[in-house]
T-cell receptor
Framework: DSGVTQTPKHLITATGQRVTLRCSPRSGDLSVYWYQQSLDQGLQFLIQYYNGEERAKGNILERFSAQQFPDLHSELNLSSLELGDSALYFC???????????????FGEGSWLTVV | QQPVQSPQAVILREGEDAVINCSSSKALYSVHWYRQKHGEAPVFLMILLKGGEQKGHEKISASFNEKKQQSSLYLTASQLSYSGTYFCGTEIDYGGSQGNLIFGKGTKLSVKP
């Protein structure tokens, strides 16, 4: 158990719908990262937040958005869902951001999203 | 920016050794290695920082060549439990770092009895 908690674990929804994935980082971690992993694909970096502020952006679609709240939990919002959005979405956390590079990043168990 | 991993896949017998390579075109601050079992979360193995030493624990070790921006993961006397997909995650050196990792496509390792 990495200490990173993600909900829901599984989600099935229809095309065009909107879903929200939730993440609670490890105690004491200020950085939260979101990654997407499609079937047999690698880990695609979506976005990073550090202490409530967006720190880095990767291959995140405009239909997707995220935020980190004052209590440091984060949510990833996926809207106008398409079949191709079906994937395993991981949240990860680490202690610091750019002022403390070289931090170990710990992954949650992921949220399986199936769009039908 | 995505690092290149090689080989894409490798099949071993128990007790055999393997090397997985990770190469980046960007200057790196650190390289992180993870192992992922199918459908599970990636599990952290080790981190190598620029200017740091070779790391290792038990029969898994790794090195980081800063000049070539390459890292290698060494698995010796492989066990069935080593099976999984290995990912290298690279932290790009922007004269500091943002902290996020860019992962390679992974190397699928299968260890047979």
């Amino acid at each position: 158990d990495s200490g990173v908690t993600q909900t829901p674990k599984h989600l099935i929804t229809a095309t065009g719908q909107r879903v929200t994935l939730r993440c609670s980082p490890r105690s004491g971690d200020l950085s939260v990262y979101w990654y997407q992993q499609s079937l047999d694909q690698g880990l695609q970096f979506l976005i990073q937040y550090y202490n409530g502020e967006e720190r880095a952006k990767g291959n995140i679609l405009e239909r997707f958005s995220a935020q980190q709240f004052p209590d440091l939990h984060s949510e990833l919002n996926l809207s106008s869902l398409e079949l191709g959005d079906s994937a395993l979405y991981f949240c990860a956390s680490s202690v610091g951001g750019s002022e403390r590079p070289g931090n170990t990043i710990y992954f949650g168990e992921g949220s399986w999203l199936t769009v039908v | 920016q995505q690092p290149v991993q090689s080989p894409q896949a490798v099949i071993l017998r128990e007790g055999e050794d393997a090397v997985i390579n990770c190469s980046s075109s960007k200057a790196l601050y650190s390289v992180h290695w993870y192992r992922q079992k199918h459908g599970e979360a990636p599990v952290f193995l080790m981190i190598l920082l620029k200017g740091g030493e070779q790391k290792g624990h038990e029969k898994i070790s790794a090195s980081f060549n800063e000049k070539k921006q390459q890292s290698s993961l060494y698995l010796t006397a492989s066990q069935l439990s080593y099976s999984g997909t290995y990912f290298c995650g690279t932290e790009i050196d922007y004269g500091g770092s943002q902290g996020n990792l860019i992962f390679g496509k992974g190397t699928k390792l299968s260890v047979k009895p």
